[in-house]
């Protein structure tokens, strides 16, 4: 019997493009090619950018990727504005070059049976979250989804998501869309409602913190995509630290970029972010 091709793994850095560009709501969506990325692709994982003038890389999750296009396989990351890095690859055209390393970081766990899952995402952050329900459907997981912002420019579309989760819940702080309010107010209920075996988290510390909280008051696992500056995005700089409890008990810092992002909500030491 002819051996099966070993599936890739482990990051590349590599020469990509920017394929395509859009404004939606509060963000810039760009659509890379990356070559080798894509093929690497797990719920959770990120990449990392050069940026022109800057030393430091910027981590932008995936949100989406395409095994084949008119440019192959290519990839989706989601830009928030939130200084000059962010705001130069915003502005790139169609045709830029930029050189992206990834995939990179530890993904989302999967269930190995089908249970029910709650997956909480706030603002740009809840971009990973969208390729994650689409592999816990593809097990036979009951997958619930809850998206917030601030307002709804801000707010990722749920709609592309309908069709790989039993139910959506919307929530902005200024109830221009859907419930008003923020994650971290509905949480505590929206678990026990949903009767989560696993909670998954992407987004603000306090959301973090909150659908962690509220996963162990009722016995349910969680874990949460934690968002810290990632200077390199590889684990050589160290520039990420993560307070975290580990099995044995011993307070420990990991790497937030290397042993993370995704990590069990039970164990963020969360006073000590």
Request: aromatic share 4%; proline share 7%.
């Amino acid at each position: 019997m002819a051996e099966r091709p070993a599936e890739p793994r482990g990051p590349v850095h590599v020469d990509g493009e920017v394929v395509a560009t859009k404004r939606v709501g509060g963000y810039r969506h760009l659509t890379l090619t990356a070559p080798g990325v894509p093929e690497r692709f797990r719920a959770g994982s990120f990449v990392a950018v050069t940026v022109e003038g800057h030393v430091a890389r910027r981590a932008l999750w995936i949100h989406r990727v395409r095994a084949s296009s008119a440019f192959g396989p290519t990839l989706d990351v989601v830009v928030d504005v939130r200084g000059s890095g962010t705001a130069w690859l915003a502005a790139q055209p169609v045709g830029t070059k930029v050189a992206v390393t990834g995939p990179l970081g530890r993904p989302f766990a999967l269930p190995k049976e089908a249970v029910s899952c709650l997956l909480v995402g706030e603002g740009y952050a809840a971009a990973p979250l969208f390729p994650l329900a689409e592999r816990l459907r593809e097990r036979g997981c009951a997958v619930s989804l809850v998206v917030s912002a601030p307002d709804e420019a801000h707010l990722l579309s749920a709609l592309e998501a309908r069709r790989s989760v039993r139910s959506v819940t919307v929530l902005t702080a200024d109830g221009s869309v859907g419930q008003r309010g923020t994650a971290a107010d509905h949480l505590d209920d929206l678990v026990r409602r949903s009767r989560a075996d696993v909670v998954y988290a992407a987004g603000p510390t306090d959301v973090l913190r909150s659908a962690a909280s509220a996963a162990e008051q009722v016995g349910a696992w969680s874990q949460v995509a934690v968002e810290v500056p990632t200077p390199c995005g590889t684990g050589l700089c160290h520039g990420c630290p993560l307070p975290v409890v580990g099995e044995d008990g011993v307070d420990r810092v990991v790497r937030a970029c290397a042993e993370g992002p995704v990590v069990r909500g039970d164990r963020v030491r969360w006073d000590a972010l």
